[in-house]
């Protein structure tokens, strides 16, 4: 199967530091999506973004599918960016299975 | 919109006893997922609905994971008998379509003793 991998897998930013983070994946994809997972669990969708680039606020991601990677940048962090970050991509070809990566944890302190 | 609803949060039961959970996604959506996420990993598709008919099981445990979703809304997926290893928090999934974004429920947090 598809093979995710993200990086880093544990960040800790200062408040108003600027972070990116990346997740590779091993074969084309029609459907990316990146996700946070707050401290309480809730696994909230941040952007769905087979390619290209999006802006939400003090978040943005960046995929180009043809080097099959995505970045996904926080600017200005605040504590309440703080949890698990994951990248998700869908194969397409008949299987629309999301496989996740491992995440990554970041950890903003004041 | 209201989101995806899950009951119960948590469950606590002994080994071999069976539990069930329930999900209502958000009105509208077609279709359904039941994702299993073990401390420290990703979520695990197990079970991918579209309206009442089953999509996707490949990573399902048939022999003691059943899952089903009648009238094309509501789901339940229920374990039995429920092994150590099932520990587990159960996150509920809807999207409008196949290849739509995913909006997840709170989750089920299972604990087996």
């Known amino acids: 199967g598809i093979q995710v991998e993200q990086s880093p897998p544990d960040l800790i930013l200062q408040e108003g530091a600027n972070s990116t983070l990346r997740c590779n994946f091993s074969?084309?994809?029609?459907?990316l999506q990146w996700f946070h997972q707050n401290p309480w669990g809730q696994l909230i969708n941040l952007f769905y973004?087979?390619?290209g680039t999006k802006q939400n606020g003090r978040l943005s991601a960046t995929t180009v599918a043809t080097e099959r990677y995505s970045l996904l940048y926080i600017s200005s962090s605040q504590t309440t960016d703080s949890g698990v970050y994951f990248c998700?991509?869908?194969?397409?070809?008949?299987?629309?299975?999301?496989?996740f990566g491992k995440g990554t944890k970041l950890s903003v302190i004041p | 919109e209201a989101g995806v609803a899950q009951s119960p949060r948590y469950k606590i039961i002994e080994k071999r006893q069976s539990v069930a959970f329930w999900c209502n996604p958000i009105?509208?959506?077609?279709?359904l997922y039941w994702y299993q996420q073990i401390l420290g990993q990703g979520p695990k598709l197990l079970i991918q609905?579209?309206?009442?008919?089953?999509?996707?099981d490949s990573q399902l445990p048939k022999d003691r994971f059943s899952a089903e979703r009648l009238k094309g809304v509501d789901s339940t997926l229920k374990i039995q008998p429920a092994k150590l290893e099932d520990s587990a928090v159960y996150l509920c999934?809807?999207?409008?379509?196949?290849?739509?974004?995913?909006?997840f429920g709170d989750g089920t947090r299972l604990s087996i003793l």
């Open positions: 999934a809807s999207s409008q379509g196949a290849t739509q974004p995913q909006h």
């Open positions: 074969d084309s994809v029609n459907n």
């Open positions: 973004i087979p390619s």
């Open positions: 998700a991509v869908e194969r397409g070809a008949g299987s629309y299975q999301l496989t």
């Open positions: 009105s509208g959506h077609a279709t």
């Open positions: 609905f579209q309206n009442n008919g089953v999509v996707d």
